[in-house]
């Protein structure tokens, strides 16, 4: 099925471990965006690639990083991870200015312990 | 940049009655897009309804519709004949690096 796909699910990591969470669309968008979900806080920008090749950061980049491996893959980083990281992360990707929206991943559940 | 205010953190409404969920928004931009999204419990995301602001007219999907008041900024989601599933959370937000609202949660009640 096309559409956004994340992995992993869910995942539980210790303080100070690293992890990547991955990020693949087959519809030939060429802008993908991470969030991160926080229970009354909405969905904030982390950060976005408006094409492949460039990456920008948005409301809350601090203590990730990003890469845009090529068209269709676009992944986030966290270098150590810290309790204030536990949340829910989507991927999302978008076309032509975003003007119908974005596809979203399913989402992923990080617990940082 | 934009912001996006929803301002009812919870609604309830009986089944087969009509919703109204709020949402107001800032721009200074002249041409943009505005969504509503409905996250149920599975967590996914879903494109419920969208609005060009340089159309006049209000759009519908099926039983959803919006009350759209440009020089208000004011974006407002209309549920009729509510149904159990309809029972999710609820996301305004604008095109402008999609900024979301806090989002409504709203119940069903049968």
């Known amino acids: 099925n096309a559409g956004v796909t994340q992995t992993p699910k869910f995942q539980v990591l210790k303080t100070g471990q690293s992890m990547t969470l991955q990020c693949a669309q087959d519809m030939n968008h060429n802008s993908m965006y991470w969030y991160r979900q926080d229970p009354g806080m909405g969905l904030r920008l982390i950060y976005y690639?408006?094409?492949?090749?460039?990456?920008d950061k948005g409301e809350v980049p601090n203590g990730y990083n990003v890469s845009r491996l090529n068209k269709r893959e676009f992944s986030l980083r966290l270098e150590s991870a810290a309790p204030s990281q536990t949340s829910v992360y989507f991927c999302?990707?978008?076309?032509?200015?975003?003007?119908?929206?974005?596809?979203f991943g399913s989402g992923t559940r990080l617990t940082v312990v | 940049a934009q912001t996006v205010t929803q301002s009812q953190p919870e609604m309830s409404v009986q089944e087969a009655e009509t919703v109204t969920l709020s949402c107001t928004y800032d721009?200074?931009?002249?041409?943009?897009?505005l969504f509503w999204y409905k996250q149920p419990p599975s967590r996914q995301m879903i494109l419920v309804i969208r609005?060009?602001?340089?159309?006049?007219q209000n759009a519908t999907e099926n039983r959803f519709s919006v009350n759209f008041q440009k020089a208000a900024k004011s974006f407002s989601l209309k549920i009729s004949d509510s149904q159990l599933g309809d029972a999710a959370m609820y996301f305004c937000a604008s095109n402008e690096k999609l900024t979301f609202g806090t989002g409504t949660r709203l119940t069903i009640i049968p």
């Open positions: 999302a990707s978008s076309e032509n200015r975003e003007r119908y929206g974005y596809t």
């Open positions: 721009t200074s931009e002249s041409d943009y897009y």
């Open positions: 690639s408006a094409s492949e090749g460039t990456t």
């Open positions: 609005q060009e602001a340089y159309k006049q």
